[in-house]
């Protein structure tokens, strides 16, 4: 399976491309809200230290992508794929973040539809992983029709754990 995980796709609102090591102060600029991060189960990624793990994870995952908005060419947020199961055909998308200004639809919409339509033509289904808080999330994720099919703990940059809920969308 020749799935690339970092792919350059466009779309009419955004264009969202690998992400690079000289993307930290944009990505950190779009981060940096409390807001964004109220619903999140690591809501102090506002905080320069903590965006900064969180960057370098997304580096080492070889899966990040930039969220640039194309009226302004600005980084306005990331996303990424990641634990691809190619005998399972099922890819994650997560770690998925826009600026307050992007919130409402149009915007995640796009990138929802961009990286689902990549992803459809290696995989059948995507799994998106979510905070059992993230309720803005879980609703924008059965606008698209995806479904809750688990919830489990997840691993917390601290050492302890997340309770996350497991959402499916099918080809």
């Known amino acids: ?6 792919p350059t796709l466009q779309g009419r609102l955004i ?4 992400l690079r090591p000289e993307d930290f102060e944009p990505l950190f600029a779009a981060a940096s809200d409390p807001l964004i991060w109220e619903q999140h189960p690591e809501r102090e990624r506002y905080k320069r ?3 900064q793990k969180f960057f370098d994870g997304a580096m080492e995952s070889r899966g ?7 009226r302004s060419g600005r980084i306005i947020g990331s996303s990424r794929y990641s634990n691809l199961n190619a005998a399972g055909r099922e890819v994650e998308i ?11 639809g149009a915007y ?8 689902l339509d990549h992803a459809f033509q290696f995989v059948d289904a995507v799994l998106f992983v979510v ?4 309720l803005r999330s879980q609703k924008a994720l059965q606008k698209i029709g995806a479904t809750l099919v688990e919830e489990r703990e997840v691993p917390a940059p ?7 809920r497991i959402f499916r969308c099918p080809k």
């Open 49 to 51: 230290e903590v965006c």
């Open 15 to 18: 264009e969202v491309r690998p």
């Open 94 to 104: 997560g770690y998925t973040f826009l600026e307050r200004a992007f919130w409402g």
């Open 131 to 134: 905070g059992e808080n993230n």
């Open 158 to 164: 601290d050492g302890g754990t997340n309770r996350h």
């Open 64 to 70: 990040a992508l930039a969220v640039i908005d194309r």
């Open 1 to 6: 399976m020749n799935f690339d995980l970092q």
């Open 108 to 115: 995640n919409g796009e990138l929802k539809r961009l990286m």
